[in-house]
C-alpha cells in the first residue's frame, strides 16, 4: 500500500506497533489501493530509466558549469547541448590562448565527464530500445502519436497490471494529469494539475504532446479541430497538458483491451 494512504491511520505518536496497527486498519478499507507487483524483468528496465534520468541530470549541470565558467571570460553560449561545441573547442585546443591554461585544467576534466555520460545515456538508450523492441505492450504503446520508445517502455514497465486503474481517467489522475479539486456542496472549484503520481512518465507524456503540438494545429491532423479550439481559448502550455492527459487515456485503453492504436478518421467534405 502507499504510505500516505496508510498515514491517515496512525494515530498518535511514531513506533513499530502504532505502523502496525494503521497497516490493519487500511488493509481492510474497500477502497485502499494498492501497489502492483511488478515481474524482475519490469524493475531492470524501470532501473534503466532512472539511470538514464541521472545521467541526463548530470550533463545538464556540466553544460551548465562549462558555459556559466567561460561566460566569466566573455564567452557566451547559447542554451541548448549543441551550443557549447564552441566553447569545448576552445578548452580542448591546446593552442588557443583565449582563456589562461588554468582554466583550461579546471574546465578539461568537466569536458571528459560530460563526453563520458553522453556516451553512458547513448548506451542506456539502446539496452531501453532492445526492451522496447522485445515487450508487445511497449510496443503497442508506441502506436500512440506522441509516444516514442522512452515512454512506452517507461509506462509498459510501470503498469504491469491496466486492471488496477478502473478508467482511463483514473490512470491519468494517478499520472497528477487531472485538475486539483477544492470543492464543497454544490460549488465546483477545479484548480491546475494536481501532479501526484508517477511524475517521470507525466514529464515524458508532456514532452511527447509539445513535440505534437506544432503538426497537429495542421488541418489535416487527427484531433485538429480539438487542438485548434482549445488554442482560441487556452495557452499553448495548457494544451499541452490536456493533450498529455489524453494521451495517458488513450494508453490505458491500449493497455487494457491489448490492441493496437486506431487513429480517428478525417472527416471530409
Known amino acids: 500500500m502507499p504510505p500516505s494512504y496508510v498515514k491517515a491511520y496512525v494515530r498518535r505518536g511514531k513506533n513499530d506497533a502504532t505502523d502496525a496497527a494503521a497497516i490493519c486498519e487500511a488493509v481492510t478499507r474497500p477502497h485502499m489501493r494498492f501497489v502492483p507487483v511488478k515481474t524482475e524483468d519490469q524493475q531492470a528496465a524501470l532501473m534503466l530509466h532512472k539511470a538514464r534520468e541521472l545521467l541526463v541530470r548530470q550533463q545538464t549541470m556540466l553544460v551548465n558549469a562549462l558555459r556559466g565558467h567561460m561566460a566569466e571570460f566573455g564567452m557566451i553560449a547559447p542554451q541548448g547541448r549543441g551550443k557549447v561545441e564552441d566553447i569545448i573547442a576552445v578548452i580542448e585546443d591546446a593552442e588557443d590562448e583565449s582563456i589562461p591554461a588554468l582554466a583550461k585544467a579546471a574546465l578539461g576534466p568537466l569536458v571528459a565527464q560530460l563526453r563520458a555520460t553522453e556516451a553512458a545515456t547513448a548506451s542506456l538508450n539502446a539496452e531501453i530500445k532492445a526492451w522496447h523492441k522485445g515487450n508487445e505492450a511497449s510496443r503497442r504503446l508506441a502506436t500512440i502519436p506522441g509516444i516514442g520508445f522512452l515512454s512506452a517502455s517507461a509506462?509498459?514497465?510501470?503498469?504491469?497490471?491496466?486492471?488496477?486503474?478502473?478508467?482511463?481517467?483514473?490512470?491519468?489522475?494517478?499520472?497528477?494529469?487531472?485538475?486539483?479539486?477544492?470543492?464543497?456542496?454544490?460549488?465546483?472549484?477545479?484548480?491546475?494539475?494536481?501532479?501526484?503520481?508517477?511524475?517521470?512518465?507525466?514529464?515524458?507524456?508532456?514532452?511527447?504532446?509539445?513535440?505534437?503540438?506544432?503538426?497537429?494545429?495542421?488541418?489535416?491532423?487527427?484531433?485538429?479541430?480539438?487542438?485548434?479550439?482549445?488554442?482560441?481559448r487556452r495557452p499553448p502550455r495548457l494544451v499541452t497538458v490536456a493533450m498529455a492527459n489524453k494521451t495517458a487515456r488513450i494508453a490505458w485503453a491500449v493497455l487494457a483491451k491489448r490492441e493496437s492504436y486506431r487513429a480517428p478518421a478525417v472527416a471530409t467534405c
Do not use: C, H
Open 155 to 232: 509506462i509498459a514497465a510501470t503498469v504491469p497490471d491496466p486492471s488496477f486503474f478502473r478508467s482511463g481517467r483514473e490512470f491519468a489522475a494517478w499520472l497528477g494529469l487531472t485538475p486539483r479539486q477544492n470543492s464543497s456542496g454544490d460549488k465546483q472549484r477545479l484548480g491546475r494539475i494536481s501532479k501526484q503520481g508517477n511524475r517521470y512518465i507525466r514529464r515524458l507524456l508532456v514532452i511527447g504532446a509539445t513535440s505534437m503540438l506544432r503538426r497537429t494545429r495542421a488541418k489535416s491532423a487527427p484531433g485538429a479541430d480539438w487542438v485548434n479550439s482549445l488554442l482560441e
